[in-house]
T-cell receptor, first 109, second 114 residues
Framework: GIQVEQSPPDLILQEGANSTLRCNFS?????LQWFHQNPWGQLINLFY???GTKQNGRLSATTVATERYSLLYISSSQTTDSGVYFC???????????FGTGTRLKVLA | EPEVTQTPSHQVTQMGQEVILRCVPI?????FYWYRQILGQKVEFLVS????????KSEIFDDQFSVERPDGSNFTLKIRSTKLEDSAMYFC????????????FGEGSRLTVL
């Protein structure tokens, strides 16, 4: 099956810093989502981005499906950005999303 | 804003007992899913459900698991005889469409098996 790898696995930032999280996938995908899992365990939808670029406030994401990767940019990070960031992909002919390995982000005040 | 709701938020059970986790998907969504996350690990797919039948299931979803949509709003996951390794957070999700649809998750049900 498809493999979804995220990097870096862990990231520590000072408040106000910028960061880029990467999601690589081993096969063609129909869809890709980014989620933030907050410290309470909730999975929060960030982006639904099968291709192209989207922005939402301090966050933006780019998916280059032909090259099998997606990037999540966090600018001017805040302590509330802490948590785990997951990408998840779905492929043609399946009825599921496969989650990546996650990036654990800690933002220090 | 419509949301997926799950109950209970936390359940503690003894090994060998049956557990039912409940979910109310978003009302106009057609596809329903269960995922689980063992503490500190990634989120794993269990099963997808559409039109009152299982669309796809993972290797984890063995005979001790079952899903049901008993009425027009609820979607349940039953674990027949719980094991210690079933301790995890269980997430319900729904989408309007299948593999082309955006997934929305509930807040999760934490299951602790003693």
């Amino acid at each position: 099956g498809i493999q979804v790898e995220q990097s870096p696995p862990d990231l520590i930032l000072q408040e106000g810093a910028n960061s880029t999280l990467r999601c690589n996938f081993s096969d063609s995908v129909n869809n890709l989502q980014w989620f933030h899992q907050n410290p309470w365990g909730q999975l929060i939808n960030l982006f639904y981005i099968p291709s192209g670029t989207k922005q939402n406030g301090r966050l933006s994401a780019t998916t280059v499906a032909t090259e099998r990767y997606s990037l999540l940019y966090i600018s001017s990070s805040q302590t509330t950005d802490s948590g785990v960031y997951f990408c998840a992909v779905s492929t043609s002919g399946t009825y599921k999303y496969i989650f990546g390995t996650g990036t654990r982000l800690k933002v220090l005040a | 804003e419509p949301e997926v709701t799950q109950t209970p938020s936390h359940q503690v059970t003894q090994m060998g007992q049956e557990v039912i986790l409940r979910c109310v998907p978003i009302s106009n969504h057609l596809y329903f899913y269960w995922y689980r996350q063992i503490l500190g690990q990634k989120v794993e797919f269990l099963v997808s459900f559409y039109n009152n039948e299982i669309s796809e299931k993972s290797e984890i979803f063995d005979d001790q698991f079952s899903v049901e949509r008993p009425d027009g709003s609820n979607f349940t996951l039953k674990i027949r005889s719980t094991k210690l390794e079933d301790s995890a957070m269980y997430f319900c999700a729904s989408s309007v469409l299948g593999y082309t649809g955006e997934l929305f998750f509930g807040e999760g049900s934490r299951l602790t098996v003693l």
